[in-house]
C-alpha cells in the first residue's frame, strides 16, 4: 500500500521542480531580451538606427551623407530607418520566446503584443506618373464640343 502523504510529498516536490523550471526559463528569456539590438539603414547607408531590447530607439547614427540630402529626406530617412529596425524586433524576439519558454501562453502574447506595435513596414508605392492622354481618336482638337454638355 502506497502511503498518501509520500505522494502527496512527491506532488509538492514535482510543483515546485516544475516551478523552478519555469522561473530559470523566463529569466533566460529576459537576459536574451535585454540583449536585442536590432540596426537599419535608409538613404543609402546615410541614416542608421539602433532600436534595443523594448523596441525603442536607442541610437542613430548619420554618415557625411546626409550632407547631400535634404532637410526633410533626413527626416524621412530617420523614420525608414527606425521604421524598418521595429519591424525586425516582433521576429528576434518571437526566435527568443521559442528558444526560451516555447509556445506558452505568455510566450505568444508577448510577441503578439510585439506585433501589435511594430507591424511590418508597408512597402512604399511609387508615385503616380504624369496623365496619360487617351489613345484612338482622339486629335485633342476640342474646338467642335461644348463645355456645357
Known amino acids: 500500500m502506497t502511503d498518501p502523504l509520500a ?10 521542480r516544475n516551478a523552478q523550471e519555469k522561473a530559470a526559463r523566463y529569466e533566460a528569456m529576459r537576459q536574451e531580451v ?5 540596426t537599419r ?4 547607408g546615410a541614416v542608421s538606427v539602433t532600436v534595443g531590447s523594448n523596441g ?5 547614427v548619420m554618415t557625411e551623407g546626409v550632407s547631400r540630402l535634404r532637410p526633410e ?34 510566450g505568444r502574447h508577448i510577441v503578439a503584443t510585439a506585433e501589435r506595435n511594430f507591424p ?5 508605392s511609387p508615385p503616380p506618373g504624369p496623365p496619360r492622354r487617351p489613345r484612338g481618336d482622339d486629335d485633342g ?3 467642335g464640343e461644348s463645355y456645357l454638355g
Do not use: C, H, K
Request: aromatic share 4%; proline share 6%; no cysteine.
Open 141 to 143: 482638337d476640342f474646338s
Open 120 to 124: 511590418p513596414v508597408e512597402p512604399e
Open 56 to 60: 525603442i530607439p536607442s541610437a542613430v
Open 73 to 106: 529626406q533626413v527626416a524621412a530617412a530617420v523614420m525608414e530607418a527606425m521604421r524598418a529596425a521595429q519591424a525586425a524586433y516582433p521576429a528576434e524576439l518571437a526566435r527568443i520566446v521559442d528558444q526560451t519558454v516555447g509556445g506558452t501562453e505568455s
Open 34 to 38: 535585454e540583449r536585442i539590438s536590432i
Open 7 to 16: 505522494n502527496v510529498q512527491r506532488l509538492v516536490d514535482d510543483w515546485e
Open 41 to 44: 539603414s535608409a538613404a543609402g
